[in-house]
Each structure stands twice: as C-alpha cells, then as structure tokens.
C-alpha cells in the first residue's frame, strides 16, 4: 500500500509559477509509471504529466512547453513545476501510482492503483 500527499496548489495570476510536490509513504520503485491528473466539477480526470521508465515523460498538449514533471526516488517525491499558468489550468490536481513501468506511461486512470487527495490550483486572469 502507497500512501500519497500532494501538497503546493495555491491561488496565482496568469502566467505565474506553482511547483506541486506528491510525497510517498514508502519507496516508489524506479521506473514505476507515476503521473499527475487534474480535474474539475463535472469533468472527468484527465492526465496531465507522466513519468516512466528511464525518466520518459509524456506531457498533455495543453501543457507541453509549460509544465515539467520529475520524481527524486531518494525522497519518495514527485514534483510537477508549472509554468506559464493560465486560467483554465485551474484545477484539483491528483499524483498518482502504478505498479509497472513504461517508457509511455499511460493518461488512462484506470492504469493506476494508486492516488492522492489532490491539491488545488486556482489561475485568476
């Protein structure tokens, strides 16, 4: 069982920086597909940023050139900086876990076992 707490969502203006951290309870295996959802009232979760095997990232088009997804396997961390923020990045924001590795890790959440509370971000125009 994983435990995660994601932490850093705030309320920024547009084009303003947040860095959302997702800390483990325990090891995340190296390589394991990590990634980062976001969701508002009445829509369904979609992926944001994945992150796999030998660091292979996948980014959602609405974030490429913005956002930046790393995990420090020393901290049991995952972290999501985002850049450029715009209004309809407003969000809650979930990491998620699962139990194998890809170089293409997956934006279907039915692919992970694992998820956090969530931690909202909030973009004023």
């Known amino acids: 069982q994983v435990q995660l707490v994601e932490s850093g969502g705030d309320s920024v203006q547009a084009g303003g920086s947040l860095r959302l951290s997702c800390a483990g309870s325990?090891?995340?295996?190296?390589?394991?597909?990590l990634a980062w959802f976001r969701q508002t009232p009445g829509k369904e979760r979609d992926g944001v940023a994945s992150?796999?095997?030998?660091?292979?990232?996948r980014y959602a088009d609405s974030v490429k050139g913005r956002f930046t997804i790393s995990a420090d396997n020393a901290k049991n961390t995952l972290y999501l900086q985002m850049n450029s923020l715009k209004p309809e990045d407003t969000a809650m924001y979930y990491c998620?876990?699962?139990?194998?590795?890809?170089?293409?890790?997956?934006?279907?959440?039915?692919?992970?076992?694992?998820w956090g509370k969530g931690t909202q971000v909030t973009v004023s125009s």
């Open positions: 998620a876990v699962a139990s194998f590795g890809s170089f293409a890790c997956p934006f279907t959440h039915g692919s992970y076992n694992y």
């Open positions: 325990r090891l995340i295996v190296s390589g394991d597909c």
């Open positions: 992150i796999g095997l030998a660091g292979s990232t």
